[in-house]
């Protein structure tokens, strides 16, 4: 063939190739199916309901109508499927429903609170857990979950902190993406695979006061560096879905901030799922005081971006007319069926909208119980070891004390609509299966951890006095975190703290170990335990991994996602502060009783403290002991500058100087030390678990680039500023071990 003719035909091989390449494939379909569509079966796939049992008749018509594109809140696989066959089968065009569910952090298998999760600083566990939680939840036809949440927060007065993944937006967008992976799988369409949705857009975590719903005061520069980089990676994972928050921002709620779902997530990110509301938080914009009325929701939201709307139905009763008057434009609706379209071909619905429901059950497979339980192995944060009573031996007599030690519902934390607590491994239970000749006695001596009956406590001391050790389990019950769940005090709530006081009055060893959905104030706890073991909640798992940590079977390798404050007044308080003009520096008094009396105006020092609860957290960001020792040393770069496109090599030697093999999460944090606008004193930049024999050494490597330096400055672009930087490497966010490089330009 002459090279002019081969060309032609090398050509239109690509341009037959681009034709059908999958993404145009995909396009021909959402398109050609959108031109059979009326504007009602348009409208209908933009509404979603819950199904409630009591509704059932209605939402059939709705379904047969094509008035409905979207149900939660079904999980009866048979249901799911006559539901699915009503769509498939009787609606006009026969276009399947999406299957929405809160699969937060597990379906069945309940994992541990996203919360804990972070802890582990571990993507690929998290990724496991998320890919389990898909599995489970597909297979009885749930085909959308609302998760992964990445609301950054700073406040553990915030009940939903339960379910984020803490304060720092580097590891919240490094397990977002993870999550969304593990929901998703290879493809969409896979049969263990479900849509993810990240959620809540955006800056919902900081509702001001940690008062749920309430409003946040983001201003722009902390809205792009650091509320949403988390989604924005989740969205480059490939998100199939985002949720609107409920929050108000600077005055604009969530559901309708055209900025940030055009200008940002569409314009910038290029993100081509589609938006759901939060419940109602479309028709909440009338309570707001942004809306007049349904119509004017229906309105604001379609042209802000909102491509469906969870359960407040003003789009249905509201869009027709809007489009005839002119008010939204027909583009507007096409677009945003488009949207959700194209996800319901990536799931593969209109091949397979079926549930299987004759395969063979992978609810609470083994597998799928033994991760759970390494999850809440590496979620947990060990904060104090006193004298090394920890790991216990089984040969001391144990006396276990706590309305947490055998609370099935609790362990198992918020946002658990389908996990049943008769699968919950409670430490009780996996004491009596797992260590069965372990010697103890169990004396709850509360029976929640509200309550604030006493008469019991003498029964635990009792069990303490014939023991050689006492653990007491505390914490929160299950609804005292997640949504709508907020907290003005923070401290271990009722007499629990008396209860612990009381069992260190007898003069053994204590553990504390805490089951919780925050960060709570423990401080006046720590004279009276020993040794303190942090569970956010652990899910179905937790008393089997919590043994086997106590036990020393397991090593704890967990560290904190958010700071540990003394008081719940230092709230907010946070690592990745700004200096401020006045930093505050070691050597302040920590407490109102050393104030001299009569002290000097000026004497006290005038920088940022607090008198009566000084500078510093009870735990810092990233903190976490283990039963083995890690040494840091021989810091080094491979350069003193970082020229554009290059790379810096950060080289450090761990050495676990114990005889105990451990886990140690190694940090780098960089600080940028002038900058556009005033940059945070530390950053997390990097995290790698590494595992150490007993005495071993290894040198662990981070790459940084400019890109890793980059934030959105004082013009509101993103790039890294030529400059100098600190950088530390270390086991926490008061890493000391440190050195310097400059950016150049
Ligand atoms: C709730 C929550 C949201 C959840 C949705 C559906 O109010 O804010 O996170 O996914 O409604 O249950």
Same mark, same amino acid.
């Given at each position: 063939?002459?090279?002019?003719?081969?060309?032609?035909?090398?050509?239109?091989?690509?341009?037959?190739?681009?034709?059908?390449?999958?993404?145009?494939?995909?396009?021909?379909?959402?398109?050609?199916?959108?031109?059979?569509?009326?504007?009602?079966?348009?409208?209908?796939?933009?509404?979603?309901?819950?199904?409630?049992?009591?509704?059932?008749?209605?939402?059939?018509?709705?379904?047969?109508?094509?008035?409905?594109?979207?149900?939660?809140?079904?999980?009866?696989?048979?249901?799911?499927?006559?539901?699915?066959?009503?769509?498939?089968?009787?609606?006009?065009?026969?276009?399947?429903?999406?299957?929405?569910?809160?699969?937060?952090?597990?379906?069945?298998?309940?994992?541990?609170?996203?919360?804990?999760?972070?802890?582990?600083?571990?993507?690929?566990?998290?990724?496991?857990?998320?890919?389990?939680?898909?599995?489970?939840?597909?297979?009885?036809?749930?085909?959308?979950?609302?998760?992964?949440?990445?609301?950054?927060?700073?406040?553990?007065?915030?009940?939903?902190?339960?379910?984020?993944?803490?304060?720092?937006?580097?590891?919240?967008?490094?397990?977002?993406?993870?999550?969304?992976?593990?929901?998703?799988?290879?493809?969409?369409?896979?049969?263990?695979?479900?849509?993810?949705?990240?959620?809540?857009?955006?800056?919902?975590?900081?509702?001001?006061?940690?008062?749920?719903?309430?409003?946040?005061?983001?201003?722009?520069?902390?809205?792009?560096?650091?509320?949403?980089?988390?989604?924005?990676? =989740?969205?480059? !994972?490939?998100?199939?879905?985002?949720?609107?928050?409920? %929050? @108000? #921002?600077?005055?604009? /709620?969530? +559901?309708?901030?055209?900025?940030?779902?055009?200008?940002?997530?569409?314009?910038?990110?290029?993100?081509?799922?589609?938006?759901?509301?939060?419940?109602?938080?479309?028709?909440?914009?009338?309570?707001?005081?942004?809306?007049?009325?349904?119509?004017?929701?229906?309105?604001?939201?379609?042209?802000?971006?909102?491509?469906?709307?969870?359960?407040?139905?003003?789009?249905?009763?509201?869009?027709?007319?809007?489009?005839?008057?002119?008010?939204?434009?027909?583009?507007?609706?096409?677009?945003?069926?488009?949207?959700?379209?194209?996800?319901?071909?990536?799931?593969?619905?209109?091949?397979?909208?079926?549930?299987?429901?004759?395969?063979?059950?992978?609810?609470?497979?083994?597998?799928?119980?033994?991760? =759970?339980?390494? !999850?809440?192995?590496?979620?947990?944060?060990?904060?104090? %070891? @006193? #004298?090394?009573?920890? /790991?216990? +031996?089984?040969?001391?007599?144990?006396?276990?004390?706590?309305?947490?030690?055998?609370?099935?519902?609790?362990?198992?934390?918020?946002?658990?609509?389908?996990?049943?607590?008769?699968?919950?491994?409670?430490?009780?239970?996996?004491?009596?299966?797992?260590?069965?000749?372990?010697?103890?006695?169990?004396?709850?001596?509360?029976?929640?951890?509200?309550?604030?009956?006493?008469?019991?406590?003498?029964?635990?001391?009792?069990?303490?006095?014939?023991?050689?050790?006492?653990?007491?389990?505390?914490?929160?019950?299950?609804?005292?975190?997640?949504?709508?769940?907020?907290?003005?005090?923070?401290?271990?709530?009722?007499?629990?703290?008396?209860?612990?006081?009381?069992?260190?009055?007898?003069?053994?060893?204590?553990?504390?170990?805490?089951?919780?959905?925050?960060?709570?104030?423990?401080?006046?706890?720590?004279?009276?335990?020993?040794?303190?073991?942090?569970?956010?909640?652990?899910?179905?798992?937790?008393?089997?991994?919590?043994?086997?940590?106590?036990?020393?079977?397991?090593?704890?390798?967990?560290?904190?996602?958010?700071?540990?404050?003394?008081?719940?007044?230092?709230?907010?308080?946070?690592?990745?502060?700004?200096?401020?003009?006045?930093?505050?520096?070691?050597?302040?008094?920590?407490?109102?009783?050393?104030?001299?009396?009569?002290?000097?105006?000026?004497?006290?020092?005038?920088?940022?403290?607090?008198?009566?609860?000084?500078?510093?957290?009870?735990?810092?960001?990233?903190?976490?002991?283990?039963?083995?020792?890690?040494?840091?040393?021989?810091?080094?770069?491979?350069?003193?500058?970082?020229?554009?496109?290059?790379?810096?090599?950060?080289?450090?030697?761990?050495?676990?100087?114990?005889?105990?093999?451990?886990?140690?999460?190694?940090?780098?944090?960089?600080?940028?030390?002038?900058?556009?606008?005033?940059?945070?004193?530390?950053?997390?930049?990097?995290?790698?678990?590494?595992?150490?024999?007993?005495?071993?050494?290894?040198?662990?490597?981070?790459?940084?680039?400019?890109?890793?330096?980059?934030?959105?400055?004082?013009?509101?672009?993103?790039?890294?500023?030529?400059?100098?930087?600190?950088?530390?490497?270390?086991?926490?966010?008061?890493?000391?071990?440190?050195?310097?490089?400059?950016?150049?330009?």
């Amino acid at each position: 063939m002459k090279k002019g003719r081969m060309i032609c035909f090398v050509a239109l091989l690509g341009v037959l190739a681009a034709c059908h390449s999958p993404g145009n494939e995909e396009e021909r379909r959402v398109e050609n199916l959108l031109s059979q569509m009326t504007l009602e079966e348009k409208i209908g796939q933009m509404n979603q309901l819950s199904y409630e049992a009591r509704d059932v008749d209605k939402l059939e018509q709705g379904v047969r109508k094509g008035e409905i594109g979207s149900l939660l809140n079904i999980i009866d696989p048979q249901e799911i499927n006559r539901m699915q066959k009503l769509a498939m089968e009787e609606s006009r065009l026969g276009i399947p429903l999406i299957i929405g569910r809160d699969v937060i952090h597990g379906f069945k298998t309940i994992f541990p609170i996203p919360l804990g999760q972070a802890a582990s600083f571990n993507p690929q566990m998290v990724e496991q857990g998320a890919k389990i939680a898909a599995a489970e939840a597909r297979s009885i036809g749930v085909t959308w979950t609302f998760a992964p949440m990445l609301d950054i927060s700073r406040d553990s007065r915030w009940g939903r902190i339960a379910e984020s993944l803490g304060e720092d937006p580097f590891l919240a967008a490094r397990l977002g993406a993870a999550m969304v992976k593990g929901f998703q799988g290879e493809s969409l369409a896979g049969s263990t695979s479900i849509a993810a949705c990240v959620k809540h857009f955006v800056g919902y975590g900081a509702a001001e006061g940690g008062r749920d719903y309430n409003s946040t005061n983001i201003p722009p520069h902390l809205m792009r560096n650091v509320y949403l980089p988390p989604f924005e990676s =989740a969205v480059k !994972a490939g998100a199939a879905t985002l949720m609107t928050s409920f %929050n @108000d #921002n600077d005055g604009i /709620p969530a +559901s309708g901030n055209g900025f940030l779902l055009k200008d940002v997530l569409r314009s910038e990110w290029g993100f081509d799922g589609f938006v759901v509301s939060d419940w109602a938080s479309m028709a909440e914009m009338i309570a707001h005081g942004y809306a007049a009325d349904g119509k004017e929701v229906a309105d604001i939201s379609a042209n802000a971006g909102v491509d469906m709307e969870m359960v407040s139905a003003t789009y249905i009763n509201h869009l027709p007319a809007l489009i005839k008057e002119g008010k939204v434009s027909q583009t507007v609706v096409d677009d945003a069926v488009k949207n959700i379209l194209r996800i319901k071909f990536r799931l593969g619905l209109f091949e397979n909208p079926y549930v299987n429901s004759a395969a063979t059950s992978v609810l609470y497979a083994d597998e799928h119980l033994q991760a =759970a339980r390494q !999850a809440a192995v590496q979620s947990a944060v060990l904060l104090k %070891n @006193d #004298n090394a009573v920890l /790991p216990l +031996s089984l040969k001391q007599r144990i006396a276990i004390i706590g309305p947490m030690a055998d609370a099935p519902h609790e362990q198992l934390g918020t946002w658990v609509f389908d996990g049943e607590k008769e699968h919950t491994v409670t430490p009780v239970k996996a004491l009596n299966t797992m260590y069965a000749q372990v010697s103890y006695k169990y004396e709850p001596a509360l029976a929640y951890s509200r309550d604030l009956n006493k008469e019991n406590f003498q029964k635990a001391i009792a069990a303490v006095r014939q023991a050689d050790v006492a653990v007491v389990f505390l914490g929160e019950e299950s609804i005292l975190s997640g949504e709508a769940h907020s907290l003005a005090d923070i401290n271990l709530i009722g007499v629990q703290s008396e209860l612990l006081k009381a069992v260190k009055s007898v003069g053994k060893p204590v553990v504390l170990v805490v089951m919780a959905g925050r960060a709570l104030t423990i401080e006046r706890d720590l004279p009276y335990a020993d040794a303190i073991l942090y569970n956010f909640h652990p899910g179905t798992m937790g008393g089997s991994a919590i043994w086997d940590l106590l036990f020393g079977k397991e090593n704890p390798s967990g560290k904190l996602p958010i700071t540990f404050v003394r008081h719940v007044g230092q709230i907010p308080m946070y690592y990745n502060h700004n200096n401020t003009g006045r930093p505050a520096r070691d050597g302040h008094i920590t407490g109102w009783k050393d104030i001299p009396v009569e002290a000097w105006q000026t004497s006290l020092g005038n920088t940022s403290h607090y008198l009566d609860y000084g500078k510093d957290p009870l735990f810092p960001f990233g903190y976490g002991l283990s039963y083995s020792s890690f040494d840091y040393s021989n810091l080094t770069l491979s350069s003193n500058q970082l020229k554009p496109g290059g790379t810096i090599e950060v080289a450090v030697t761990l050495t676990n100087s114990s005889d105990v093999d451990g886990t140690e999460v190694v940090q780098l944090y960089t600080q940028d030390v002038v900058g556009s606008i005033v940059r945070p004193v530390r950053e997390l930049k990097g995290f790698q678990r590494v595992c150490l024999k007993g005495g071993e050494s290894k040198q662990v490597t981070f790459i940084l680039t400019a890109d890793d330096l980059a934030f959105w400055g004082k013009d509101m672009t993103l790039r890294a500023e030529p400059g100098a930087f600190n950088l530390w490497v270390g086991g926490d966010s008061n890493a000391t071990l440190k050195s310097k490089f400059e950016l150049i330009n």
